[in-house]
């Protein structure tokens, strides 16, 4: 096995991990009255990352490791461990708002809206680069912003949503 196949593997992990956590934190908030918003452009997204992975695995496996890149790699990944602690059983791979629930401002939210797609952002151009694959790279972070664009402007309308009953409410 190569380290570039060790890497790999270890992505493709923690991305399955992290669909089962948002199966089941999913499954908890829905039972709690939770609501799915905008999810047609949501096995968009599935696309996207699973090309990304799959072009990884099929370029990148036997390329050399570039440091730098897999260290920028692993700081990201301290990013993401922060953003799904922060949420806690609020993290999820789609867009679900539970009524009555206020906004996290806690953590990395104190900072950014969205700094979990500034993370992915991250991986989506690091990991290739830390495989040598400029080119996926590049195609990859197009792709990603393209569908982080239609995402972001689908949470930011349910997150509004969410917003005015409080608004309203405080009058």
Known sequence: MTPAEV??????LQ???????????????????AVELAPKHYPLIVAVHAAWLISLWLLGRDQPIYLPALSLYLVLQGFR?????????????????????????AGPYRFMSHPNYAVVAGEIAVLPLALGLPI???IF???NAAVLAIRISAENRALAALREPMTRGAR
């Open 7 to 12: 890497i790999l593997g270890l992505a493709t």
């Open 15 to 33: 991305r399955a991990a992290e669909l089962v956590i948002s199966s089941r934190n999913t499954s908890r908030l829905r039972a709690r009255g």
């Open 81 to 105: 461990i922060w953003v799904m602690r922060t949420l806690g059983p609020r993290w999820t791979t789609r867009i679900i708002v539970l009524p009555g629930e206020l906004l996290v401002s």
């Open 136 to 138: 996926a790279a590049a």
């Open 141 to 143: 972070t197009v792709l």
